[in-house]
Nanobody, 117 residues
Framework: VQLVESGGGLVQPGGSVRLSCVAS??????????MSWLRQTPGKGLEWIAS????????KYIRFVEGRFTVSTDNAKNALYLQMKNLEVDETATYYC???WGKGGTRGPGTRVTVSE
C-alpha cells in the first residue's frame, strides 16, 4: 500500500490549510491503524508532528503545534487529515502521513506546504 498526501500549497503566515492522506494500491483501513504526520525541512530534518490512535480516540502532538493542528480520520472516506491553523513561515515543509505511532513508517511522496507572503 502507498499512502498519498495532498492539500499542500502556498499559504500566508497565519493562514490555514487541511492536508489529506489516502491509501492507494491495496486495501488499507485508517480505522485499523494508528497514523502519524511528519514533516521535513532542510534545516530540521524529519520531524514528528502528531499521531492518532486507530479508533481516533487519542491524539498527541509535538508541543509547538498543540492547539493549532488537529489530526483526524473520516472512516466513510477512508482518509486521514491534518488541519493546520496559524501557520508560521518556518513551518514550510514537505508533510507526510505514515502508518503507525511515531516517525518509523514508510513515507509516500508527501505534499509541500509553503508559508510565505
Amino acid at each position: 500500500v502507498q499512502l498519498v498526501e495532498s492539500g499542500g500549497g502556498l499559504v500566508q503566515p497565519g493562514g490555514s490549510v487541511r492536508l489529506s492522506c489516502v491509501a492507494s494500491g491495496s486495501v488499507f483501513e485508517f480505522s485499523s491503524n494508528a497514523m502519524s504526520w511528519l514533516r521535513q525541512t532542510p534545516g530540521k530534518g524529519l520531524e514528528w508532528i502528531a499521531s492518532l490512535t486507530a479508533d481516533g480516540s487519542y491524539s498527541k502532538y509535538i508541543r509547538f503545534v498543540e492547539g493549532r493542528f488537529t489530526v483526524s480520520t473520516d472512516n466513510a472516506k477512508n482518509a486521514l487529515y491534518l488541519q493546520m491553523k496559524n501557520l508560521e513561515v518556518d513551518e514550510t515543509a514537505t508533510y507526510y502521513c505514515v502508518e503507525g505511532w511515531g516517525k518509523g513508517g514508510t513515507r509516500g511522496p508527501g505534499t509541500r506546504v509553503t508559508v510565505s507572503e
